[in-house]
């Protein structure tokens, strides 16, 4: 299983664990998603006929993959910014 991720994603994969080979793959297949969902879209409103569709297609309708809440960037005080890249003293 990691040679073929490896091969999906094109890396050597030595210093890889399969955990991240696996989050590679599943963000490359999303990319990958993406941009055809976008296409997709693109094409279904060149040939979309605004009387029965008044609403442009967008590329989520066309999206087969559930979204991805794992990414979602967590929020936090602007304090700890400051103390780790302005009040750092140095050693």
Same mark, same amino acid.
């Given at each position: 299983m990691i040679w073929q991720l490896a091969g999906v994603l094109g890396v050597m994969p030595g210093p890889l664990t399969l955990r991240?080979?696996? /989050?590679?793959?599943?963000a490359r297949r999303r990319e990958a /998603?993406?941009? $055809?969902?976008?296409? *997709?879209? $693109?094409?279904?409103n060149i040939h979309r006929d605004p009387k029965k569709k008044p %609403?442009?297609?967008?590329?989520?309708?066309f999206q087969p993959l559930p979204p991805d809440r794992a990414q979602a960037v967590p929020k936090?005080?602007?304090? *700890?910014?400051k103390t780790?890249?302005?009040? %750092?003293k140095p050693h």
């Open positions: 991240e080979l696996v /989050w590679m793959a599943e /998603w993406q941009h $055809t969902s976008s296409m *997709i879209a $693109t094409l279904a %609403r442009p297609y967008a590329a989520s309708d936090a005080d602007i304090q *700890i910014l780790v890249f302005v009040d %750092r």
